[in-house]
């Protein structure tokens, strides 16, 4: 089969690979019909996640047909059009009785990381009972790739970490797929204000579009002094990291409101400053978090309903003998205008 795979920072290549078979009897190999590519695909090939080492298929989305199921999976059977999770949960251990699927003591974040992902052919799913979603006859499966991932930590480490409420102000730094995924599900609770800051005005307008109330543009590097402006002198009651770089971390700490909240999702690859000396007094709250996809069936439902459609965040589509290119025009987002890529296989 074809498979998009790591070769170290900075190396990527399209290669042959043999079609994975089940390991485990809770397996299932799963044909796949559409992947994406993903910001994190991106930190990897920088090296900044050293638990995926050279050689690893990469992808942790799509959506796909049940080919083989283990004895021990009840769930699914040959044939079924799934949803993968690009988070894999025994649904046993102490992590996942908690509902923190994303720290599985036999699972977690594992696809295209610590083994084979879905950017292939075919893709062994283990803990397959609980790790995929059945796809209802007559839905949108390209819209549906949206939810094996960016939806969902968009609205599980940005919006309910960061505590959005009826009422409230809300700034997102970084206007990529994660941050209009937080954006599209903030508007769940009504905030008065959602505030997007990027780098990128075409992407600011197509935040617009999807329904901020403001956008400002931070090349300047007066962000902060204009969320500041918007909100009376306040800031943001809730301040969500989008991006993971260090100044998008500090910005966030500049534009919190005295109460805040700064909600971290990008993917961190090198150390950020804490500026305590300033916050300290501040009555700010902190968080972090690795998806753990326990929203998944309601945004499915969400989704089924019309309430979102995260389609309107797929801006390219490629065939699987075009996973370079796509690749290409996925890392060169200022340019191309690309959002989320859909490579179908």
């Not at 078979?21 to 044909?31: E, F, L, N, R, S």
């Not at 969320?227 to 500090?250: C, N």
């Not at 309601?298 to 019309?306: A, E, P």
Request: aromatic content about 6%; proline content about 6%.
């Amino acid at each position: 089969m074809k498979a998009f795979v790591y070769k170290g920072p900075g190396k990527k290549a399209l290669e042959d690979r043999p079609v994975p078979d089940v390991k485990a009897p809770t397996d299932a190999t799963v044909k796949i019909i559409k992947t994406t590519i993903c910001g994190t695909d991106l930190h990897i090939l920088k090296g900044d996640v050293p638990t995926c080492t050279p050689g690893r298929i990469l992808g942790h989305e799509g959506v796909g047909i049940v080919e083989k199921t283990g004895p021990g999976v009840t769930a699914f059977h040959h044939g079924d059009h799934v949803l993968i999770s690009c988070i894999s949960a025994c649904g046993k251990c102490e992590y996942c009785r908690r509902g923190m699927y994303s720290h599985c003591t036999t699972g977690g974040w594992i696809l295209g990381n610590t083994i084979d992902g879905t950017q292939a052919e075919y893709v062994r799913i283990p803990h397959a009972d609980t790790s995929l979603y059945p796809i209802p006859p007559g839905a949108d499966e390209e819209a549906l790739v949206m939810l094996s991932d960016i939806l969902p930590t968009g609205f599980e480490c940005g919006v309910l970490n960061g505590r959005v409420e009826p009422g409230a102000t809300v700034a997102i730094v970084g206007a990529g797929p994660i941050g209009l995924a937080a954006l599209l599900t903030a508007q769940f609770y009504s905030p008065a204000e959602i505030i997007m800051i990027d780098l990128d005005d075409n992407r600011l307008e197509v935040a617009r579009r999807f329904g901020a109330t403001q956008t400002v543009n931070s090349k300047d590097g007066k962000a902060a002094e204009k969320v500041k402006a918007l909100t009376a002198g306040r800031g943001a009651d809730t301040a969500i990291e989008a991006v993971g770089l260090p100044a998008t971390f500090l910005l966030c700490e500049d534009l919190v409101a005295p109460g805040g909240i700064i909600a971290n999702v990008g993917v961190h690859g090198t150390k950020v400053d804490l500026h305590l000396e300033r916050l300290w007094s501040e009555n700010i709250a902190i968080t972090t978090r690795l998806v753990d996809t326990v929203t998944t069936p309601m945004l499915l439902k969400t989704v089924q309903s019309k309430k979102i459609d995260p389609k309107l965040l797929i801006t390219h589509r490629f065939k699987l003998d075009k996973f370079l290119d796509a690749y290409e025009t996925f890392g060169h987002a200022a340019s191309t205008g690309a959002l989320k890529v859909i490579i179908e296989a």
